[in-house]
């Protein structure tokens, strides 16, 4: 778009209709590796060679700034903001949101990642507050790191308030809930938000929460508006068919409504 020569690198079996965008808007695609940091580290390897810019979206503060309009435009959009649910990958989205909504408008809003647990680093490297590599098994790719990002962890450990995971029948599930109520149609790892409030929203939305010392201490009664969302959410069901490559895995049958625990 701006006339520079750009060359992506994507691992093995990559997402085809995102490949076929970013060649068509002039990029030359490699694919290099079982996962993203294979890739990333040829990538780092050739920019060293060709004297090339390497941007990594975990690494990169200007990246990252990007992601955090995200952040500011929900905060300009409403009054007050409690909790602000982010889907996880590597975490430069996350850290971005988190630092814009808290230092532009809305100090007080509780933000939430959410990640597949097939694919963990960035959840459990939040928890233990240093990099946790873990491997990787999940459909959702953009949700998909092995090698947790230093910078955006840190961002992380500054402004993000809890994490959670979810397996991918309920990415799946909520894809589901999207397509039917909002008519939006979301791959599995941008659904994620949705399955954080299904599985986990009775912890901080029926009602209100503040953390101390790690811990979340519960006040107030439950919110009509959330049961109304979640009661809707719960007669989702799933009874189609999807194909998916996981492994040498073949069909797999998709996932049953949303699991709504008290």
Not at 103 to 108: E, K, N, S, T, V
Not at 142 to 166: E, N, T, W, Y
């Amino acid at each position: 778009m701006l006339g520079k020569p750009c060359n992506i690198y994507l691992p093995e079996n990559p997402n085809i209709e995102k490949k076929r965008k970013i060649e068509a808007l002039g990029a030359k695609t490699t694919i290099l590796g079982r996962d993203l940091n294979i890739a990333k580290g040829a990538a780092q390897v050739f920019a060293r060679e060709t004297g090339g810019l390497f941007v990594d979206d975990g690494e990169d503060v200007t990246v990252m700034e990007g992601a955090g309009t995200i952040g500011i435009e929900v905060g300009s959009a409403l009054e007050h903001v409690d909790y602000l649910v982010v889907p996880m990958g590597g975490g430069n989205l996350i850290a971005g949101c988190a630092a814009a909504i808290k230092i532009q408008r809305h100090p007080q809003c509780e933000v939430v990642a959410i990640q597949s647990s097939d694919a963990p680093s960035m959840h459990e490297s939040f928890l233990a507050g240093r990099p946790i590599e873990k491997d990787v098994h999940t459909v959702a790719e953009c949700l998909a790191q092995r090698v947790p990002a230093d910078l955006a962890l840190q961002g992380m450990l500054k402004f993000v308030d809890r994490s959670f995971v979810v397996p991918d029948a309920d990415l799946f599930s909520a894809a589901h809930t999207l397509a039917l109520y909002g008519h939006l149609l979301a791959e599995p790892g941008s659904a994620a938000a949705i399955a954080c409030l299904a599985r986990f929203g009775s912890h901080f939305l029926q009602g209100r929460h503040r953390r101390s010392r790690g811990h979340w201490r519960q006040s107030g009664s439950s919110d009509p508006e959330w049961r109304a969302v979640r009661q809707a959410v719960h007669r989702i069901g799933l009874n189609s068919l999807i194909k998916h490559r996981r492994g040498n895995s073949g069909p797999c049958r998709m996932p049953g409504p949303l699991d709504w625990r008290p």
